[in-house]
């Protein structure tokens, strides 16, 4: 029996000494192995090995820089007055709520990687940094010596006995790391919340079985957490999307003639005339689950600029961060790339019209009120967005979208193809910051 298949409400998380070796090396290490290979990944132990063995070689060029380093971070965050509570984040996106909830506690990181210590040291918070447990890891997987866990788990009980933090917020509870945290501060007394990082697919998610609290984006993501895996509902808190959303509105400003070229001011015209609209396709690496998938994103690609042209559309391709975009630009000669710098918000301000199979990417363009289009033409079990209220239609093929595009530019604007969005699906009204800082207070006064 692996980890996936425990009841985890008997588990005994809080005396990990009692577990045989398998269960210790299923929790940290199986259970992951086996979410990933639900998820669609053809080789986990190999691509998961591959992952923490590039970390280890960034870590290895300055590790005895970073060690001094850390060691002084450390000592700056026990030293420091005490006030509220302290709130270590394992941070992964979210920066606006760890630089809110440091107005009113003592924040710090557990810092991976270079950018979360710059991150700190930048916004005068201390770190604890994992970097140099990824070792114990991969020597794990590659020789199966339980040795290696229990070092594991020792190196973080020092770790956390010296930085001493009321809460540890982490962005999953399922990867070798996050696992072993969670044991450590189940017997230290800390209590581990997890924020939801990505949108639950019905089908789709490994994540929200072993931490204290589970902060989720909406009510339906509460509800697969609860039904899946069994948790308690006064444990799983509606957090809201994460960032405040500023919302697109159809009727723009007026066009300020001095400020702007004249190529600029004719663009826009053109532009505004013939509804020429910028689509934009949201790339995913679905390749995870199958090597056939690369052939179809690129036949994907090349229809849909085939149907933009046709309707004197301009089209553009937003590769995902885990796609090869050197392979994928040597395949698509023809096709506009997003520049590599761009930003997210940059390509949302920039398209007017978003299409992509179930990227959390185009739930976000829904959220902001834009025209979001899912292209169901994978062979893949996913969530249907327009039922959810998430994207404004979802299509099953080419032909339809084709015929879709076209209705949009007969059309006289966007304001009918806009997304309505759901906010039970994922709650969009609520500040992240204050609605963060809320359920501190909610835990504190349980506790109490």
């Not at 971070?73 to 630089?99: A, D, H, V």
């Not at 270079?114 to 700190?120: G, H, I, P, S, T």
């Not at 698509?332 to 019209?353: C, N, Y």
Request: glycine fraction near 4%.
């Amino acid at each position: 029996m692996t980890a996936s298949n425990y009841d985890y409400e008997k588990f005994t998380l809080e005396k990990p000494e009692s577990w045989s070796e398998k269960e210790l090396s299923d929790f940290l290490i199986s259970d992951y192995f086996d979410a990933a290979r639900d998820l669609g990944y053809q080789a986990p132990e190999k691509e998961i090995l591959n992952v923490f063995l590039d970390s280890i070689a960034k870590y290895n060029r300055y590790k005895y820089i970073l060690y001094f380093l850390d060691t002084c971070i450390i000592s700056f965050f026990k030293g420091k007055k005490e006030y509220r509570k302290k709130i270590l984040f394992r941070p992964f996106k979210y920066y606006n709520i760890i630089l809110g909830a440091k107005k009113y506690h003592h924040v710090g990181l557990v810092a991976h990687g270079n950018w979360d210590r710059l991150f700190a040291i930048k916004n005068f918070m201390g770190y604890i940094a994992t970097d140099d447990l990824d070792q114990y890891v991969v020597a794990y997987i590659k020789e199966k010596n339980i040795t290696y866990l229990y070092r594991l788990i020792k190196e973080i009980a020092n770790k956390l006995r010296a930085s001493k933090p009321d809460y540890i917020v982490l962005w999953n509870d399922i990867t070798p790391i996050e696992r072993a945290i969670i044991l450590v501060s189940k017997k230290l007394g800390i209590a581990i919340l997890e924020i939801q990082h990505g949108a639950y697919d019905s089908f789709n998610f490994e994540t929200g079985k072993v931490a204290d609290y589970v902060l989720v984006w909406g009510g339906h993501s509460k509800k697969l957490c609860i039904d899946r895996w069994k948790r308690k509902p006064e444990d799983i808190y509606i957090l809201g999307y994460p960032y405040v959303i500023k919302k697109d509105q159809e009727t723009k400003a007026p066009i300020a003639i001095g400020a702007w070229s004249s190529t600029q001011v004719l663009s826009t015209l053109v532009k505004n005339q013939r509804n020429r609209y910028v689509v934009c396709y949201l790339g995913q690496n679905l390749e995870i689950y199958s090597k056939d998938f690369f052939s179809l994103k690129l036949e994907t690609a090349h229809n849909i600029d085939a149907i933009c042209k046709k309707l004197g559309l301009e089209f553009i391709y937003r590769p995902h961060p885990g796609d090869d975009r050197e392979l994928l630009k040597k395949n698509l000669p023809d096709i506009q790339f997003t520049d590599i710098k761009e930003g997210i918000e940059e390509t949302f301000q920039r398209a007017d019209i978003f299409i992509s199979f179930n990227s959390t990417a185009l739930i976000e363009v829904a959220m902001r009120s834009k025209v979001a289009l899912q292209l169901l033409n994978y062979p893949l079990k996913s969530d249907n967005l327009e039922k959810l209220g998430a994207c404004s239609v979802s299509i099953g093929t080419i032909e339809e979208l084709d015929g879709y595009l076209k209705k949009i530019v007969d059309a006289n604007n966007l304001d009918e193809f806009r997304a309505k969005f759901n906010n039970d699906y994922i709650e969009t009204r609520y500040n992240p910051t204050e609605r963060f800082l809320e359920i501190i207070s909610e835990i504190e006064e349980k506790k109490e």
